[in-house]
């Protein structure tokens, strides 16, 4: 079959079709603290991961809000990423990244709300503030310059002091009531110290051979005394002011009297063969991380009144390189970096008889050379939660608010192509994004064989109705749409369907700039070639350092580097097959990135012949360059898969197939964090009331399933939305899931994007 005639039975018929009708309003039917010392530990009024207090409403403008950890990574990438335990799944979410100076190395935060990094290679320290209301960092301004190469942060009351190693002094600074810094001055240190420990009044410099104390805490540091100690390597205070010191040899703990005078109270050996690299507190004890020549090992003490008890009664070994270590505010939970594999270990911290037991919980990627790890306790939002529907055939986006239970209520608003800057006849929306902050929705909107349009909507209140549509030029027919996790980059995949003369040509990927949520091209070479013709959707990897496109007619996944300090790309990754050791696939369609970072699954829409079932190639990401590794796929129990969403924690992966028979596969792994998990083989086939099921979303809060049904020829006005509430883990029989809701959307409903909610 031509291609064209190919896709003409998909997603793009729907386009080639359409014409503008009316309004397309849809209808309803109901059916260290941190490594190296370089801040201080806080302990929360709440602990972390509580429920909270009430359920969210589905009326717009009103919000539910819960305690939550923030874990904040600065790395080589001069960039500070940041992730956040969601209360509501458990999930560790990825937040996007914030540009930071040159060679971040160490991170504090004020009054949980004002976050300060310090960039050792050009001496500044750079400044951020929490947003709770987005649950987003935003730059408090230009860097402020601190000294040649700080390397360690702490916050003693109301002044920052960062530790410069370039020439061993110590910088004070003055916090403001906005979070912004003012110098005070600075002090040459009596010997070189290596890390800054903050304690109630006091500060702790850290040295090879002893420890400093400083009053601190009401301007510039004063009257030091030194402890000795040999073969420091990095130290934390706990609630009460006790300190405990990580050594080469062993782990040690003070108590500290007015001043901060310190008293020996004992110390623990360290595990055999253990290089110690960090030390954190935790909610009863001690947390320290180093490396073996097996790789990472972490290890938990029991701590009280700086004694420590011993030997370590949980451990826990892992590959790569531990670079700093942190605890959740509530003591829960304990984050590693690993700056080999450009990870951040996650471990559940369980009470038991005889102390506490660390188990693995989760491995997330971060950006390239995680450098320090700090956790501080933050309240998140609970935005009302929205399902964006895109119908092609009535160029219409329709805002549904999730009810409580998932099911959806009467759309609250829709745009037609009335508004659209050109003049296509035949223009309708082909994908849509949201932007990280849920300010902004964009749209890519289609146009056979001519120039199309990106589409902005501003979303007020946040992911709420959309407000009036503002256009700029795409290129020609585009389809799929992404924005960068830092929020400040746009991307549009130009199909480039087909030109003036009927033929093919190769596609484009045309990248924007994001000021207050509006695009605007990125100037001179922001339109990237594919390899490929017709590149369908887009996915960027959770770290924003990678851009993926599906190649429909090459059965190919082409790899984008994103330029960080201008959103340009280059190629990552060369050239990719598409298939699995499962299957071959063919003519990939949708791209997902599982929320660790590490693995990519794309649907293969062109399984057919004599085969009796489709395939989802499985794909690893290098966290290095970004290339793609083949990995074991799976088969799908019917032809033709497209829609693809996976759960907030990546245990269960939804998979609907385009062939007439209305086909839903789930499928499940037990260890989704690990790098090496597979998926369960044989899916679990999830009932409903649909014949083409091939556009999936979920809700934010992963509890329902939303499924597009009947985009097919020649009825494109018989679209419909079902509705699947999603069972526990526990139960994973086809009869756990129930359809709760069908609404019919009379157009071609092609995508749909959930809002609001943590996500």
């Known amino acids: 079959m031509a291609m064209k005639s190919r896709i003409a039975l998909s997603l793009l018929a729907a386009a080639l079709l ?91 935060v004020s009054d949980d709300r004002y976050v300060y990094v310090a960039n050792g290679k050009d001496g500044t320290v750079s400044a ?148 110690p690299v960090a030390i954190t507190v935790t909610g009863n004890g001690l947390a320290i991380t180093g490396n073996t020549s097996s790789g990472i090992e972490t290890a938990y003490y029991p701590a009280s009144g700086g004694t420590i008890s011993g030997p370590p009664v949980s451990s826990l070994s892992g590959r790569g390189t ?41 491995v997330l990627r971060t950006r390239l050379a995680p450098t320090a790890a700090l956790s501080v306790p933050v309240t998140v939002t609970m935005q009302p939660q929205t399902l964006y529907v895109v119908n092609q055939s009535t160029t219409s986006i329709a805002a549904y608010p999730i009810e409580p239970g998932g099911t959806l209520g009467t759309p609250a608003s829709a745009y037609t192509c009335n508004a659209c800057t050109t003049n296509i006849a035949d223009q309708g929306p082909s994908a849509a994004a949201i932007a990280p902050d849920g300010l902004h929705l964009y749209a890519s909107d289609w146009a056979q064989a001519g120039q199309g349009d990106v589409t902005t909507f501003a979303m007020s209140p946040a992911n709420g109705p959309l407000g009036a549509p503002s256009s700029l030029p795409a290129g020609q027919s585009p389809m799929g749409i992404a924005v960068d996790p830092s929020g400040r980059y746009l991307y549009v995949a130009n199909s480039h369907y087909d030109d003036s003369t009927g033929q093919s040509t190769g596609g484009t990927i045309d990248a924007y700039s994001l000021s207050q949520g509006m695009p605007s091209p990125l100037g001179t070479g922001y339109r990237t070639q594919v390899y490929g013709n017709y590149p369908m959707l887009l996915a960027i990897d959770p770290t924003g350092r990678f851009l993926y496109s599906s190649e429909f007619a090459g059965s190919l996944v082409d790899a984008f580097a994103i330029n960080p300090d201008n959103g340009s790309l280059t190629p990552a990754s060369g050239v990719l097959g598409m298939g699995s050791a499962a299957a071959t696939g ?30 989802v190639s499985i794909f690893t990401i290098n966290a290095q360059n970004g290339t793609l590794t083949s990995d074991n796929g799976v088969d799908t129990t019917d032809l033709k898969p497209l829609g693809l969403v996976m759960g907030p924690k990546g245990r269960r992966l939804y998979v609907a197939m385009q062939n007439g028979s209305g086909a839903l596969d789930v499928f499940v792994r037990q260890n989704p964090q690990s790098a090496t998990g597979t998926w369960n083989y044989t899916p679990t086939v999830i009932p409903g009331n649909f014949t083409n099921a091939y556009g999936l979303a979920l809700s934010a809060d992963g509890k329902t399933l939303y499924v597009l049904d009947d985009c097919t020829a020649p009825n494109y006005n018989n679209g419909s939305i079902q509705a699947i509430s999603i069972p526990s883990f526990s139960d994973m029989t086809s009869v756990g899931y129930t359809t709760i809701g069908q609404y019919a959307t009379h157009a071609c409903t092609v995508q749909a994007v959930a809002a609001g909610g943590f996500n």
């Open 18 to 108: 359409a014409a503008c009708q009316g309004s397309g309003s849809s209808s309803n039917s109901t059916s260290a603290p941190p490594s190296g010392g370089t801040g201080q530990t806080t302990s929360p009024s709440t602990p972390q991961g509580a429920s909270p207090t009430s359920s969210a409403t589905p009326t717009f403008g009103q919000s539910t809000t819960a305690p939550s950890s923030l874990i904040l990574v600065p790395s080589g990438t001069h960039s500070l990423g940041y992730y956040v335990r969601d209360p509501w799944t458990g999930a560790l979410v990825d937040r996007g990244y914030v540009p930071t100076g040159q060679g971040p190395d160490a991170v504090a």
């Open 128 to 275: 951020y503030a929490w947003e709770s209301q987005t649950d987003r960092l935003t730059s408090l301004g230009t860097a402020i310059a601190s000294g040649p190469q700080p390397a360690s942060l702490a916050v003693v009351g109301s002044d920052l002091y960062a530790l410069n190693t370039g020439n061993d002094t110590i910088t004070a600074f003055g916090v403001g009531t906005n979070g912004t810094l003012t110098v005070i001055g600075s002090i040459t240190a009596s010997a070189p110290l290596t890390g800054l420990v903050a304690g109630p009044g006091v500060l702790y410099g850290l040295a090879a051979d002893g420890i400093t104390t400083f009053s601190a805490g009401n301007g510039m540091p004063s009257g030091p005394s030194t402890t000795p100690l040999n073969g420091i390597v990095a130290g934390a205070t706990d609630s009460a002011g006790n300190l405990y010191v990580l050594t080469s040899s062993g782990v040690y703990g003070y108590t500290a009297a007015g001043g901060g005078t310190l008293t020996s109270q004992n110390s623990q050996p360290l595990p055999s063969g253990l290089t």
């Open 322 to 362: 531990a670079t700093a270590i942190t605890a959740s505010p509530g003591g829960h939970y304990v984050f590693v970096s690993n700056g080999a594999r450009a990870d951040l270990l996650a471990y559940t911290l369980s009470p038991g008889g005889s102390g506490a037991t660390l188990t693995s919980s989760a």
């Open 586 to 615: 063919t003519n990939p369609w949708t791209i997902v990135i599982g929320p660790s970072g590490r693995h990519l699954y794309v649907s293969d829409n062109g399984n057919g012949g004599s085969q009796t079932s489709g395939v």
